[in-house]
């Protein structure tokens, strides 16, 4: 029963943004720190960005200043924003709320 779901990727220009979400069921994101990660081909697995049970954030050197990750614990969904969108940021989003993973989305961002 417990679940993470990712939506809000697809498609967008270099410079646009996008706002992917992570809904959960089964558990309550209120009370968990939740991660974003993204994977690209070829390259590492990278924590992008946090927010802690305590509503703390941190974000990779990579995308500060143009990702935001905030909670609305109503709806049980953590969100990252991302503007100003570069085509290195091109990979497939995960959400966690540790140990529960999302199935990921893809971002694709064309120069």
């Known amino acids: 029963q417990v679940q993470l779901v990712e939506s809000g990727g697809g498609l967008v220009r270099a410079g646009g943004s996008l706002r992917l979400s992570c809904a959960a069921s089964g558990i309550s994101l209120s009370d968990r720190t939740v991660d974003w990660y993204r994977q690209a081909p070829g390259n590492q697995r990278e924590l992008v960005a946090t927010?802690?049970?305590?509503?703390?954030?941190n974000y990779a050197d990579s995308v500060k200043g143009r990702f935001t990750i905030s909670r609305d614990n109503a709806k049980n969904t953590v969100y990252l924003q991302m503007n100003s969108l570069k085509p290195e940021d091109t990979a497939v989003y995960s959400c966690?709320?540790?140990?529960?993973w999302g199935q990921g989305t893809q971002v694709t961002v064309s120069s």
């Open positions: 927010i802690a049970n305590t509503g703390g954030t």
């Open positions: 966690r709320a540790w140990p529960v």
